[in-house]
């Protein structure tokens, strides 16, 4: 069980997170919503500390993450698997490579620093990409792939870090429909068969409902939300995007608009 | 830890046998380059004769010399190495902005994504490249001939063979340019001056402010040709201290040139900051 | 033409402008200053550098007698008219000239093995802590404030004269210089992939061979052949340390007057770094390999 | 006279002697006397090497150059129009000195013959007493490929280094410039304590013994552009001739007390340096065939 | 009114445009579909001549576009403005320089080097800066804004280009949902207020039917579908993709899965 208490985060004098406290149970697939720049990435970065919390606490299964150091710290972040908008693959190295970064931690350093990689991580990360049906281009260089294949190899390493609890931030903002179906349901599958937590930072008020059990809602660093999707009315969207609820539905519209229906210059540009 | 179910070694091993029997040739070909360089390396250790017995006795004298230079004076030198330090900043400041001026359109002659035919780019490289070439003495010598003894000599020395350098390193800095930026000028209507000045300028201006400040730090500290062509120089000053084994002379002369370069270094990181800019957002 | 845009009333557009102008004013204040004061400090550096662009213009001719004279035999014919006599040492200078490449290589291979491990720490985007930041760039500023000819002459009274002087001098230096050009390098990396290695819990160790290494290699490699081809016309100056090879038999011959004898030297480096660039260009292109896709 | 407005400006170039150091300060007081006698202004100016000071004179926007003999030599032969007007008087009333081979006194080497396969550390190819001469008297005592007779002959590049190089054990022989016992690289490193035995006390003159001395050689000339008028070059020579007695200072100065005064001299002089450089270059050629 | 006749662009030997003919009439929404490498980016690039056509023609308005040179040719682009997927901005320049370079094709060379805009053209790009509600950040550099206030930018710059035709390749592929809706809703506003025509590559066929007026399906270089979006079957749908059809579709899916309604590991990820 992962417990946050108190979580705050500052950047210089703003908070960014603000005395956050939640817990999570494993197995299950929470998604973090909210306006840009609520803190949503920054509280995921923190639980990997990526980010240094300011005070407060994290605690995973009774321990005190907050307080690791050194190799706690790198098997922490192991365990902790992170997936990004931007994917933060190494372009110029090939797809098989990418993966098996999540295996750093395991390995030792003169291993993966030579490049020879145990056979038995070898074939975990083959079989990773398999699972996404990306076996074929491993020899790759993932540059050269498209925003969909590449942000599957970042679930694959993910994944190969046999992990606890996966942080994805906005792991389909980059992406194009299509390859948000894809990579969502590659979450749900990993979330729903292996039991692996997913937290999940979205942006789309839609997606979130389809697809998590919980959602915790943020403002200006706070928690202001925490229930399950059916719990969250169109009253509190509006209210945790201080907007037209309508906006936030963020899908395409459903029938093609003609000329007497279309906004007028500004209107939805302003936005 | 592990939820994940253990994976088919063997039945993956039989499918993607690339993967896992990575041929010869590519598992080899990194190892036998490195051993090929270290191989070099040491012949060339032994041919130069290296001895780790000269070494030891070498860096104990190093030592003795380090002691010798505390602490710093500069005797009643100082208003002469202040001299002799401004002359060769304005020398070095001079010659290597006129270098950078007449490299940047050459260099852009030399770049493969603004000239993309072979044919034309190779005369243009080896040009630079023979300027290059040509050791720095004989520019002082040749512009000695038309302008005198003098440090406007060394300028114009310091600007021919600079430009060789810039020539080159500004045309790496073209290719390495996002073709995007460029593309978005050209689909708009623009010409190749617009290209050039709106798509590329803006985008390799932070690398070429970077080249030419080190150029300009590292002519300021070069003892050779400011010295030749009579303008003095502290690296001149440096040499001559060190030959006659003054070395609280030298200690001081380090600093005061390791200053000047610190401060140019504040500026070239200053400048560069202020050109890139806060990176994006994500 | 179709107009798809309604000008603005100007009223409305000289409060938008007068914001804009704000705005960029800040900015351009601070660019026009710097321009000032650069220009200002150049009108100083040439009264300085006693810059006389009469005497110049005047005597430009004079460009090409240096010229002339290293392109005509002693016999007074032009050097190609004869290549026997022009390249009458070929054997000893290409002797020189491979002398002289060992010499760089040991040299610039040393200088850029310690550069490539200390320039991670002396970038600001990978460097484990300031201090450590700070003492490696300190370092690596002294490193390539004193001349290497400076090197060479503490190395020769050190070590005694001969080639180690001169390669530990050239090692030294190139540390120094490539050392800078290295961590600024890294400090352009994209650090996105850094995130994600250390994301997975890798050691920094790893962050820096698996998500710096990648994007930096290409710039490495022709930072350090362009620093081996310095080196190789540089060792001229190491030709006092007893590390001469063929730069020093170069400074014998323009000392001498040898005249014919300059440029068939000058020749056979200029030929060098032909090769030394064209390598560079093969290297870079191997290295950065096919362009990302768009 | 009609000169002063068609050389309204005179440029004086000096190279630096091996190991002279605040060669400006020396030389200032020295060139405002010389434009004061003149009447126009003198330019001083400090090249670090000889090859430019004779390209500089070619042009001729040099005019007056103080020069080293095997460099004049050099100068002449390459065509340069320049002629010698005077040379240094050394405190001993003689106007040459002496190029000599040094190896150290606790060695076993008494002459030449006995350093075969040995290291010779020479100074740098266009010094008179370090490169030129030694190669000559080598040539006389019938060592004509010195490269060939000796294991190693090296460039130390100043007269210096030579004695560094020798007191390290780098080389086993040292070619070096020397006056007298008083006057001598030698002596003046040993004065500033430059050299050390290994345990770090310095070393003596008994240290070192010579074991061969040269033809003296001519004290190198000052020379003046060809092409002036014939009464600059007068008023020139004069005020050279002149200076210790109309402005003892400034000549002191110059000279640290080493020197008592200029010696007229002529081109015909360094004629005897024409043929050893001819010498020389004949040895190029040698090699090459 | 354009016409594209048997327009082929080859790289080596393989055809990008294989054949392509079809003409468009002013003021219409065109929309171009088709698999990733179907040709989609080179057709328009050949239109405003960013890519050398190997064989066949471009007319418009009876000018052979093709054989334009020189000044022409630049004026040729202004008319025609291209948008891009990674918008193509001068990242270092601000906002408004940037939608300013939309008036290079008019300003004499000497005015716009030293940038020395003129009036009238300041107020054009500063209206359609406005236009966007974009007015306020005229000062900022380009490569500070997110990226839907980048693509707008380059609407801004297209516009200013005072074009005939808005050529748009993927303009939304890399926006979040939110964002893609305000730069569509843009590029309709301009094609129904101001009948500029817009033809748009769209990856997602839910967009493009919503959207366009007409579609142009094209695969392995050829154009295989041209006609109004209804008559785009399904059927016709799942060979333009060579697809299962409800992959296309794109969007999220309508309710939440449960755990036996979830697709079984590698099927969807096949895809
Ligand atoms: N390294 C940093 N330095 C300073 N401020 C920061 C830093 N990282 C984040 N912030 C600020 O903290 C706040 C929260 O940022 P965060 O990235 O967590 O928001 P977000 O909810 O993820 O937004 P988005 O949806 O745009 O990704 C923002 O105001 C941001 O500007
Ligand atoms: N400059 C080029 N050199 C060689 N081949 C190219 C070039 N540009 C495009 N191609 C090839 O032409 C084909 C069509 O490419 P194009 O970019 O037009 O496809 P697309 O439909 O836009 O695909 P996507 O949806 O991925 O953008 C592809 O197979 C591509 O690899
Ligand atoms: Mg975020
Ligand atoms: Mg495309």
Same mark, same amino acid.
């Given at each position: 069980?992962?417990?946050?208490?108190?979580?705050?985060?500052?950047?210089?004098?703003?908070?960014?997170?603000?005395?956050?406290?939640?817990?999570?149970?494993?197995?299950?697939?929470?998604?973090?919503?909210?306006?840009?720049?609520?803190?949503?990435?920054?509280?995921?970065?923190?639980?990997?500390?990526?980010?240094?919390?300011?005070?407060?606490?994290?605690?995973?299964?009774?321990?005190?993450?907050?307080?690791?150091?050194?190799?706690?710290?790198?098997?922490?972040?192991?365990?902790?698997?992170?997936?990004?908008?931007?994917?933060?693959?190494?372009?110029?190295?090939?797809?098989?490579?990418?993966?098996?970064?999540?295996?750093?931690?395991?390995?030792?350093?003169?291993?993966?620093?030579?490049?020879?990689?145990?056979?038995?991580?070898?074939?975990?990360?083959?079989?990773?990409?398999?699972?996404?049906?990306?076996?074929?281009?491993?020899?790759?260089?993932?540059?050269?792939?498209?925003?969909?294949?590449?942000?599957?190899?970042?679930?694959?390493?993910?994944?190969?870090?046999?992990?606890?609890?996966?942080?994805?931030?906005?792991?389909?903002?980059?992406?194009?429909?299509?390859?948000?179906?894809?990579?969502?349901?590659?979450?749900?599958?990993?979330?729903?068969?292996?039991?692996?937590?997913?937290?999940?930072?979205?942006?789309?008020?839609?997606?979130?409902?389809?697809?998590?059990?919980?959602?915790?809602?943020?403002?200006?660093?706070?928690?202001?939300?925490?229930?399950?999707?059916?719990?969250?009315?169109?009253?509190?969207?509006?209210?945790?995007?201080?907007?037209?609820?309508?906006?936030?539905?963020?899908?395409?519209?459903?029938?093609?608009?003609?000329?007497?229906?279309?906004?007028?210059?500004?209107?939805?540009?302003?936005? | 830890?592990?939820?994940?179910?253990?994976?088919?070694?063997?039945?993956?091993?039989?499918?993607?046998?690339?993967?896992?029997?990575?041929?010869?040739?590519?598992?080899?070909?990194?190892?036998?380059?490195?051993?090929?360089?270290?191989?070099?390396?040491?012949?060339?250790?032994?041919?130069?004769?290296?001895?780790?017995?000269?070494?030891?006795?070498?860096?104990?004298?190093?030592?003795?010399?380090?002691?010798?230079?505390?602490?710093?004076?500069?005797?009643?030198?100082?208003?002469?190495?202040?001299?002799?330090?401004?002359?060769?900043?304005?020398?070095?400041?001079?010659?290597?902005?006129?270098?950078?001026?007449?490299?940047?359109?050459?260099?852009?002659?030399?770049?493969?994504?603004?000239?993309?035919?072979?044919?034309?780019?190779?005369?243009?490289?080896?040009?630079?490249?023979?300027?290059?070439?040509?050791?720095?003495?004989?520019?002082?010598?040749?512009?000695?001939?038309?302008?005198?003894?003098?440090?406007?000599?060394?300028?114009?020395?310091?600007?021919?063979?600079?430009?060789?350098?810039?020539?080159?390193?500004?045309?790496?800095?073209?290719?390495?340019?996002?073709?995007?930026?460029?593309?978005?000028?050209?689909?708009?209507?623009?010409?190749?001056?617009?290209?050039?000045?709106?798509?590329?300028?803006?985008?390799?201006?932070?690398?070429?402010?970077?080249?030419?400040?080190?150029?300009?730090?590292?002519?300021?500290?070069?003892?050779?040709?400011?010295?030749?062509?009579?303008?003095?120089?502290?690296?001149?000053?440096?040499?001559?201290?060190?030959?006659?084994?003054?070395?609280?002379?030298?200690?001081?002369?380090?600093?005061?040139?390791?200053?000047?370069?610190?401060?140019?270094?504040?500026?070239?990181?200053?400048?560069?900051?202020?050109?890139?800019?806060?990176?994006?957002?994500? | 033409?179709?107009?798809?845009?309604?000008?603005?009333?100007?009223?409305?557009?000289?409060?938008?402008?007068?914001?804009?102008?704000?705005?960029?004013?800040?900015?351009?204040?601070?660019?026009?200053?710097?321009?000032?004061?650069?220009?200002?400090?150049?009108?100083?550096?040439?009264?300085?550098?006693?810059?006389?662009?009469?005497?110049?213009?005047?005597?430009?001719?004079?460009?090409?007698?240096?010229?002339?004279?290293?392109?005509?035999?002693?016999?007074?014919?032009?050097?190609?008219?004869?290549?026997?006599?022009?390249?009458?040492?070929?054997?000893?200078?290409?002797?020189?000239?491979?002398?002289?490449?060992?010499?760089?290589?040991?040299?610039?291979?040393?200088?850029?093995?310690?550069?490539?491990?200390?320039?991670?720490?002396?970038?600001?985007?990978?460097?484990?802590?300031?201090?450590?930041?700070?003492?490696?760039?300190?370092?690596?500023?002294?490193?390539?404030?004193?001349?290497?000819? @400076? %090197?060479?002459?503490?190395?020769?009274?050190?070590?005694?004269? #001969?080639?180690?002087? /001169?390669?530990? !001098?050239? +090692?030294?230096?190139?540390?120094?210089?490539?050392?800078?050009?290295?961590?600024?390098?890294?400090?352009?990396?994209?650090?996105?992939?850094?995130?994600?290695?250390?994301?997975?819990?890798?050691?920094?160790?790893?962050?820096?061979?698996?998500?710096?290494?990648?994007?930096?290699?290409?710039?490495?490699?022709?930072?350090?052949?362009?620093?081996?081809?310095?080196?190789?016309?540089?060792?001229?100056?190491?030709?006092?340390?007893?590390?001469?090879?063929?730069?020093?038999?170069?400074?014998?011959?323009?000392?001498?007057?040898?005249?014919?004898?300059?440029?068939?030297?000058?020749?056979?480096?200029?030929?060098? @770094? %032909?090769?030394?660039?064209?390598?560079?260009?093969?290297?870079? #292109?191997?290295?950065? /390999?096919?362009? !990302?896709? +768009? | 006279?009609?000169?002063?407005?068609?050389?309204?400006?005179?440029?004086?170039?000096?190279?630096?002697?091996?190991?002279?150091?605040?060669?400006?300060?020396?030389?200032?007081?020295?060139?405002?006397?010389?434009?004061?006698?003149?009447?126009?202004?003198?330019?001083?100016?400090?090249?670090?090497?000889?090859?430019?000071?004779?390209?500089?004179?070619?042009?001729?926007?040099?005019?007056?150059?103080?020069?080293?003999?095997?460099?004049?030599?050099?100068?002449?032969?390459?065509?340069?129009?320049?002629?010698?007007?005077?040379?240094?008087?050394?405190?001993?009333?003689?106007?040459?000195?002496?190029?000599?081979?040094?190896?150290?006194?606790?060695?076993?080497?008494?002459?030449?013959?006995?350093?075969?396969?040995?290291?010779?550390?020479?100074?740098?190819?266009?010094?008179?007493?370090?490169?030129?001469?030694?190669?000559?008297?080598?040539?006389?005592?019938?060592?004509?490929?010195?490269?060939?007779?000796?294991?190693?002959?090296?460039?130390?590049?100043?007269?210096?280094?030579?004695?560094?190089?020798?007191?390290?054990?780098?080389?086993?022989?040292?070619?070096?410039?020397?006056?007298?016992?008083?006057?001598?690289?030698?002596?003046?490193?040993?004065?500033?304590?430059?050299?050390?035995?290994?345990?770090?006390?310095?070393?003596?003159?008994?240290?070192?013994?010579?074991?061969?001395?040269?033809?003296?050689?001519?004290?190198?000339?000052?020379?003046?552009?060809?092409?002036?008028?014939?009464?600059?070059?007068?008023?020139?020579?004069?005020?050279?001739?002149?200076?210790?007695?109309?402005?003892?200072?400034?000549?002191?100065?110059?000279?640290?007390?080493?020197?008592?005064?200029?010696?007229?001299?002529?081109?015909?002089?360094?004629?005897?340096?024409?043929?050893?450089?001819?010498?020389?270059?004949?040895?190029?050629?040698?090699?090459?065939?």
């Amino acid at each position: 069980m992962l417990v946050v208490e108190g979580l705050t985060c500052r950047f210089g004098t703003k908070a960014a997170v603000d005395n956050a406290s939640f817990s999570i149970q494993p197995g299950s697939f929470v998604g973090v919503i909210g306006r840009s720049g609520a803190g949503k990435s920054t509280l995921l970065r923190m639980i990997n500390r990526l980010a240094e919390p300011s005070e407060g606490r994290i605690l995973f299964e009774g321990v005190d993450v907050t307080a690791l150091r050194g190799k706690d710290l790198r098997q922490w972040r192991a365990r902790s698997a992170m997936i990004f908008q931007q994917f933060n693959l190494v372009g110029r190295l090939d797809v098989l490579t990418n993966v098996l970064m999540g295996r750093l931690a395991e390995i030792p350093s003169w291993r993966s620093l030579t490049q020879l990689w145990p056979q038995e991580d070898r074939a975990l990360a083959m079989s990773a990409l398999e699972q996404f049906d990306m076996a074929g281009i491993a020899a790759q260089r993932a540059d050269q792939l498209s925003g969909g294949q590449q942000q599957r190899v970042a679930i694959a390493r993910a994944l190969v870090q046999e992990p606890d609890i996966i942080l994805a931030d906005e792991p389909i903002a980059s992406l194009d429909p299509r390859n948000t179906r894809i990579v969502m349901d590659a979450l749900l599958r990993i979330n729903k068969h292996f039991g692996i937590t997913v937290i999940c930072n979205l942006h789309s008020l839609d997606l979130a409902r389809s697809y998590c059990d919980r959602l915790i809602g943020m403002s200006a660093g706070r928690v202001v939300f925490d229930g399950a999707p059916e719990t969250l009315t169109d009253r509190i969207a509006r209210e945790l995007y201080d907007l037209e609820a309508d906006d936030v539905m963020g899908a395409a519209p459903a029938q093609a608009p003609d000329g007497a229906a279309m906004p007028e210059l500004g209107t939805a540009a302003a936005a | 830890m592990s939820q994940l179910p253990k994976p088919d070694t063997d039945a993956l091993r039989t499918k993607y046998p690339d993967v896992f029997d990575r041929p010869a040739s590519a598992r080899l070909a990194m190892p036998a380059m490195i051993l090929a360089v270290f191989a070099i390396f040491v012949f060339g250790l032994v041919d130069l004769g290296f001895s780790p017995a000269k070494l030891v006795s070498g860096l104990s004298q190093l030592g003795w010399i380090t002691v010798m230079m505390i602490p710093p004076d500069p005797g009643s030198s100082l208003p002469a190495y202040l001299a002799a330090l401004g002359e060769t900043l304005s020398i070095a400041l001079l010659g290597t902005t006129l270098a950078a001026v007449a490299a940047l359109p050459v260099s852009l002659l030399a770049a493969r994504n603004i000239i993309p035919s072979n044919l034309l780019r190779f005369p243009v490289r080896r040009f630079l490249d023979s300027v290059r070439g040509v050791d720095t003495l004989i520019w002082a010598l040749v512009w000695i001939n038309v302008v005198g003894l003098g440090p406007f000599a060394g300028v114009l020395a310091i600007a021919l063979s600079d430009f060789g350098a810039f020539g080159k390193l500004f045309s790496e800095a073209i290719e390495a340019a996002d073709r995007k930026q460029v593309e978005g000028i050209r689909a708009s209507g623009g010409n190749a001056l617009h290209e050039i000045r709106f798509g590329l300028m803006p985008q390799v201006l932070p690398v070429i402010a970077g080249q030419v400040l080190y150029f300009i730090e590292s002519n300021t500290r070069s003892a050779t040709i400011i010295g030749i062509v009579g303008a003095g120089g502290i690296g001149l000053q440096l040499a001559e201290q060190i030959r006659v084994l003054e070395w609280q002379k030298v200690s001081f002369l380090i600093l005061m040139i390791l200053v000047a370069v610190a401060a140019i270094d504040w500026i070239s990181g200053k400048l560069r900051f202020a050109i890139i800019g806060q990176r994006a957002i994500a | 033409m179709a107009n798809a845009i309604s000008i603005l009333p100007d009223q409305q557009l000289a409060v938008l402008n007068d914001t804009y102008r704000k705005a960029v004013a800040r900015k351009r204040l601070k660019v026009t200053l710097a321009a000032v004061a650069f220009f200002a400090a150049l009108i100083i550096a040439a009264i300085g550098a006693e810059v006389n662009l009469r005497t110049l213009f005047s005597y430009f001719g004079n460009f090409i007698s240096y010229f002339d004279r290293i392109l005509t035999l002693e016999d007074g014919t032009r050097v190609w008219t004869n290549f026997g006599e022009w390249f009458w040492g070929w054997q000893k200078w290409l002797k020189m000239l491979g002398e002289t490449i060992l010499i760089s290589y040991v040299g610039t291979l040393t200088g850029a093995v310690i550069a490539f491990v200390l320039n991670f720490f002396a970038a600001q985007n990978t460097s484990p802590a300031p201090w450590l930041r700070f003492v490696v760039r300190r370092l690596l500023e002294f490193a390539r404030t004193v001349p290497g000819i @400076v %090197f060479a002459l503490i190395f020769v009274i050190a070590f005694g004269l #001969g080639p180690m002087a /001169g390669v530990l !001098a050239i +090692a030294v230096h190139s540390a120094g210089a490539l050392g800078k050009l290295f961590s600024e390098i890294v400090e352009n990396a994209d650090m996105k992939p850094v995130e994600g290695v250390r994301s997975t819990g890798a050691s920094w160790l790893s962050c820096m061979r698996f998500a710096v290494l990648p994007q930096v290699t290409a710039g490495y490699a022709s930072y350090a052949l362009l620093r081996f081809e310095i080196n190789v016309r540089e060792a001229s100056v190491m030709g006092f340390v007893g590390a001469g090879g063929i730069g020093q038999e170069l400074v014998v011959a323009i000392r001498k007057f040898y005249y014919s004898d300059v440029s068939a030297i000058l020749v056979t480096i200029i030929v060098t @770094v %032909f090769v030394i660039d064209i390598t560079t260009g093969w290297l870079r #292109g191997k290295l950065f /390999g096919k362009e !990302a896709r +768009a | 006279q009609d000169w002063k407005s068609k050389y309204p400006e005179l440029t004086f170039a000096v190279v630096p002697a091996e190991n002279a150091s605040g060669v400006t300060e020396r030389w200032t007081p020295f060139v405002a006397y010389l434009s004061k006698e003149l009447g126009i202004k003198v330019t001083l100016r400090i090249a670090n090497d000889y090859a430019a000071v004779i390209e500089g004179q070619r042009a001729g926007n040099i005019h007056i150059a103080s020069y080293g003999s095997a460099s004049f030599a050099r100068a002449r032969l390459t065509g340069v129009k320049t002629d010698a007007f005077a040379n240094d008087i050394n405190a001993d009333g003689s106007t040459g000195y002496y190029s000599v081979f040094f190896v150290k006194a606790s060695s076993s080497y008494k002459n030449i013959d006995q350093l075969k396969g040995k290291n010779l550390g020479l100074v740098d190819p266009n010094s008179t007493s370090g490169n030129n001469v030694p190669r000559f008297e080598l040539d006389k005592l019938g060592i004509s490929d010195a490269d060939g007779y000796f294991g190693k002959v090296v460039f130390t590049g100043s007269h210096e280094n030579a004695m560094l190089a020798l007191s390290q054990g780098t080389v086993e022989v040292a070619a070096n410039q020397w006056t007298n016992d008083e006057d001598s690289t030698l002596s003046q490193m040993l004065h500033k304590g430059m050299l050390k035995n290994a345990d770090g006390s310095p070393m003596k003159k008994d240290d070192f013994r010579i074991i061969h001395k040269s033809a003296p050689i001519i004290n190198g000339p000052y020379a003046y552009n060809s092409d002036l008028p014939a009464d600059l070059k007068a008023a020139i020579a004069k005020a050279f001739t002149e200076a210790p007695t109309k402005d003892k200072a400034a000549f002191d100065r110059l000279s640290d007390g080493q020197k008592k005064g200029f010696n007229p001299a002529t081109t015909k002089d360094w004629d005897g340096t024409i043929e050893l450089i001819k010498f020389v270059d004949a040895l190029r050629k040698k090699k090459a065939s």
